[in-house]
């Protein structure tokens, strides 16, 4: 087996190669910086008709644009904190480093978390970043601001695939502004592909919005149509059209006549004053008794009158609903609908919540690349001094829960410090207020004396007092 392998192997040069050396090259064609896509859907075919499309998907379909600003006001809500190198003992590069970041940009924080995390949806995200002169007379950040995806026109890369800028076309001016790729801060979901634009959850909301959409407008005709069943109309055409031949009538006024029976069939749509007056008469007999008939000569009915496809309708459109919310991750948003339990919605919310602490931990590592690396470059700090960033963990904490665990932890013997923050964090949670900063005080100076701290003293037996303090105990005579 050996020698036919090599035997084939013959066949193709085998260079040496340097372990330093990237060989391979990426799978996506960039060709004078334009992506080359062999997308099929005409409707994604190019990125501006691509971006305009998910655009379109947000405003107009109800559970994209829930699930969309559901992730994005979670993501945005995490507590960011900056934690102090082993070397930055007093902290002053963290306190800087959240200075730069979170109070002297223009546009706050939360918010360019928030714009960063949509990354997710359309594949990527970019923030422009822009650097001002502090009072101290270091430099920090001025401002970090969105380039939307839809102005994003070419892509320079190197031939590994990294990005080195791009090309944006401004919409003011229609003029190319070339973006390094030191000035952004970039976030790309290239799981699926890597392509510098990456694959977001958009691209695969496209094919069932289009569904929804279409059965929501074949329900609203429908109901603008519906008169349980098809309706047919009937009128005396042939002794009208024996009329205008011989003479009696026009055909202005034969049209005139047949108008308002030709417009209800054709356009029967469902409004506050829909209806139609149609003559009485009825056919009689061609003999001498001229009897009449039951058969009227003006009349309309329905082809069939039974029960519509609105119910079926209704549940594709609940079907194709359910499908993108799984594919958003928000699928608890669905429960109640019907179906559903407490028990399956926590554990969905759960998994959720896991989702945004994922993309959370992308931000924090493209911050600290693109933003904190640049703000120390910028003012030649030591390396050494960076702090590390961290953000709470996004899910939704039950109080009472918390306080069971606590009271199930002392009577095991792990009693909560009075000085412990986790009292001042169950408040919070409460909603009410926090311990003044008096009685915290006073806590931490009778601990530091080794005296008993108010609540402790609050909490022992009382001595007896006034008759109780005489009382002897009395002798039986039995060895204890």
Known sequence: MASLFDGLMTRFRRPR????????????????????????????SSSEERYKTYSEILANTSIVAAGTRYFLNLAAKAEWSFQPSEEDTDGRFAELAEQALTDDPATPWHRIVRRAAMYRFYGFSFQEWTAKRAEDGSLTFGDVAPRAQLTIDQWDTDITGKLL????????????????????????????????????????????????????????????????????????????????????????????????MREFIQGHTQTANLALLLDSITYESKDESGRA????????????????????????INRVNHEMARILGVEQLMLGDGAGSFALSKDKTNSFFL??????????????????????????????????????????????????????????????????????????????????????????????????????????PQEPVGDEANVQPVETGEEE
């Open 165 to 260: 800028g791009v090309v944006q076309r401004s919409p003011q001016t229609q003029m190319d502004l070339y973006l390094p790729r030191g000035k952004l801060l970039y976030l790309v979901d290239d799981s699926l592909s890597d392509s510098p634009e990456g694959l977001g959850l958009f691209r695969h909301l496209v094919a069932p919005a289009q569904r929804v959409a279409r059965y929501e407008q074949l329900e609203g005709i429908g109901f603008e149509h519906d008169l349980r069943g098809v309706p047919i109309g009937r009128a005396p055409f042939t002794e009208l059209a024996e009329l205008e031949t011989n003479g009696s009538i026009t055909r202005a006024q034969r049209v005139a006549i047949e108008a308002p």
């Open 293 to 316: 008939s039951s058969a009227k000569q003006w009349d309309v009915e329905l082809l069939k009158g039974s029960a519509t496809s609105f119910a079926e309708n209704a549940a594709a």
């Open 17 to 44: 190669v340097s372990p330093t050396k990237t060989i391979g090259a990426p799978g996506t064609a960039i060709y004078g910086g334009f992506i080359q896509s062999d997308e099929l859907n005409q409707n994604l």
């Open 355 to 460: 989702l945004v602490d994922g993309a959370l931990t992308e931000i924090r590592e493209a911050v600290a690349d693109d933003l904190i690396d640049t703000l120390w470059r910028l003012n030649a700090w030591p390396d050494e001094m960076k702090p590390t960033l961290a953000t709470e963990a996004v899910r939704f904490t039950d109080v009472a829960e918390v306080a069971t665990t606590l009271r199930d932890m002392a009577s095991a013997g792990a009693v909560l410090d009075e000085r412990d923050p986790v009292i001042d964090e169950v408040r919070d949670l409460m909603g009410v207020a926090r311990r003044p900063e008096e009685m915290i005080e006073d806590i931490e100076a009778a601990i530091d004396a080794g005296l008993k701290t108010p609540t402790q003293a609050a909490g022992e």
